[in-house]
């Protein structure tokens, strides 16, 4: 190459595995020449077989911008590594790398277990329901006893919500089972234990003063 002007030449080969050999071609300010011996080489090539980019880089202190050419590709055979030969360097990693779009990973979910029939599910239902189907019974049966149930309006209203509220608690416990998940779940039942708390403080402030009166009189 015929290159004016010119005091530093390099000829740099990229391995496809990122790996770079730099090489300084001599030569006067006209021109330039570099022969390599591949096989003397073998060892600074890390025996490193496979294809290679070259690219020229000229520069010169009186040159207002280097330049930088690929010239091509290079497909070299080289011999096999020994034992003890050295081992390529390890190439540095880019730090924003982690943060770029990765390949997408592609799952696939286990076959959900069959379900039993309907009709078993609806059995089973049945049996666990029986216990409170009985209590249910009992009350019918035996009565229930009303005595200490409030008389006055504003104290039979909050009783009458106590009862509705654990009511209440009963239905969310049927329908977490059934549609609702977890957090929603909670997220309800924080309202009604609030609920719950405030009336069921008030009930139980009336008949603690009732069986206090009665006591006295």
Known sequence: AHLNLTSQVFLKLKHESKVEHLFVVPGSARQFKIVL????????FYYLSGTYDLE?????ASMENSFLRALGQLELDLPEAPEKAPRPPAQAVDPLAKFRPQKEIEHIFRVPEKRPLQEVSLAFTGLTLLPFIGFLIGLMR???????????PGPAAFASLFHAGIAAVLLLYVLFWVKLDLFTTLKYLSFLGVFLVFVGHRTLSHLSNTTAKQKTA
């Open 37 to 44: 011996d591949f096989l003397g080489l073998v060892e600074k």
């Open 56 to 60: 020229l880089s000229v520069g010169d």
């Open 142 to 152: 035996l009565g229930v006893n009303l005595k200490n149930f409030p008389s006055l």
